[in-house]
């Protein structure tokens, strides 16, 4: 099985900054595109930014600008550094990847969810 773990989320005053990880692990053979999404109460859950194996990216309208998404293809991690922070950020932020990896003897191809960091965004 293989699994994301995140880490890096909390309280931050309006203007601020974060940086979120998530690390990918397991029998890894390849993670196609990585990405962040975030869901604050009552909302739907929306995507923030994705990565593609090749380094192309992608971000919401409302992120552009301030968030920056990396990944490091060898540590098999994916970054979201978060400027400029405002209250409307506020809300869990969740990884998100595309793996193809070794289960029960077999290749298989999924895509996988972390558990979620909590973003505040707060003076």
């Not at 309006?14 to 990585?34: D, E, T, W, Y």
């Not at 506020?90 to 969810?113: D, E, F």
Request: charged content about 15%; overall charge positive.
């Amino acid at each position: 099985q293989v699994q994301l773990v995140e880490s890096g989320g909390g309280l931050v005053q309006p203007g601020g900054s974060l940086r979120l990880s998530c690390a990918a692990s397991g029998s890894i053979l390849s993670i196609n595109h990585m990405g962040w999404y975030r869901q604050a109460l009552g909302k739907e859950r929306e995507l923030v930014a994705v990565v593609t194996s090749g380094g192309t990216t992608n971000y919401a309208d409302s992120v552009k600008g301030r968030f920056t998404i990396s990944r490091d293809n060898v540590k098999n991690t994916v970054y979201l550094q978060m400027n400029s922070l405002k209250p409307e950020d506020t809300a869990v932020y969740y990884c998100n990847a595309y793996i193809l990896y070794i289960s029960t003897g077999r290749n298989r191809a999924s895509g996988v969810w972390g558990q979620g960091t909590q973003v505040t965004v707060s003076s």
